[in-house]
């Protein structure tokens, strides 16, 4: 069979698995609805696996289509590093040397500021956390928002349509607050060596810019939240139990290596397997590691790896097309159905391309990265920590993307206009 066929059906498939994830939601009503069912309901509810179990998919047709050694050969073929990436600095920032000591400094802060310590430490974790993002990675920024805001904001007692608006700002800050470096954002990261943009470059470029946006939107949610919040920041209980300095520090020389050894798997697969000896070691001093979330992420980006690898013949011509003003929205559009990762990697094999469109590339890009889950890869890190302060135990898509609208509107003007 041609290979434009084998890329139809993939392009059906990703479209399938968009509409899955939209409806993850309505899976996880069905599996209180249908009692005898409720495994097989909850299983395809979780938004993490949705990816992956349509690039599964994917796999059997290709084998069947054209024969399992072609479909192996295109499996192996891809690119996993950014899946692994995500799922060790996930489980490395949530330990609890490293959420200690992120939050005893929120903690100092707040108590140095002469406001309301709750509305003070809700704002720097929508703020100054998402800005920590460019120096620490935005998947380990959000592992250590969402863990901190998760007791705040992310109650039952807080009315969804708040906390969907919360998560909106959480996500585009996140989104956005990785791009005054040059190697934090994954959608930056996908075109930083292509096109010769150094974190200098990028700080006064972007990072200014979504600094202030980022700024704008935490103050807008905290004034929003203010009412629902509690008088006193929340304990995070046993995350601030005494921990060894020397072992905080060996923590974070574990974190700061898989950092700056992101593109080399071998290095921090290496690193983190010296990491679990340690957590083993030092049990007493640690909390349970979040293994399974991060596998669930970890799980969604290798899926989103495989199924986004057929989409270039009809991404590109469509990027490729569009003035760097529509480029931008468009990006922006985008994003919302694709990876923004995968969207400025297509961009970056575009010959040619104008100065301006990349600018507009990337921006957009970064502007829509919280219009849904799959619009930047920290989503789904966010989603799988945060899911159980909603109904259901689920965050629907819809919702996001109505929360994220205007966080997104703000991110759009500091990056379009100033």
Known sequence: MPTISIELIAAILFALALIHTFAAKQFERLSHRYPRHAGLFHLLGEVEIVF?????????????????????????????????????????????????????????????????????????????????????TEPAAMTIAALMLAPQIFRAEVPERIKYFALGVLFVNISIGGTLTSFAAPPVLMVAATWNWDSAFMFATFGWKSAIAVIINASIAVFVLRRHLPNQAVSSGPL?????????????????????????????????????????????????????????????????VVLGGLQQWWLQPLVSTMSPKVLFFGATALTAITDNAALTYLGSLIVGISEEAKYSLVAGAVAGGGLTVIANAPNPAGVALLKRGFADESIGAGGLLLGALLPTFVAILALMYL
């Open 52 to 136: 992956g179990f349509w690039a599964i998919i994917l796999i059997f047709t290709m084998a069947f289509v054209s024969g399992g050694d072609k479909a192996l050969a295109y499996a192996e073929s891809r690119q996993y590093t950014e899946p692994l990436f995500v799922f060790v600095v996930m489980v490395v920032a949530a330990s609890r040397p490293i959420l200690q000591l992120v939050l005893a400094s929120v903690n100092l802060m707040t108590k140095a500021i002469p406001i309301r310590q709750s509305l003070v430490s809700a704002w720097l974790g929508l703020a100054a956390v998402p800005l920590l993002g460019s120096a620490i």
């Open 240 to 304: 601030m139990a005494g921990v060894p300095i020397s072992l905080t520090i060996v923590h974070t020389l574990f974190l700061a290596g898989v950092v700056i050894f992101a593109h080399h798997p071998v290095a921090f697969l290496g690193l983190f397997l010296m990491f679990l000896g340690i957590t083993q070691a030092y049990e007493r001093h640690q909390n349970p590691l979040i293994i399974k979330e991060a596998l669930l992420v970890a799980f969604f980006l290798a899926g989103l």
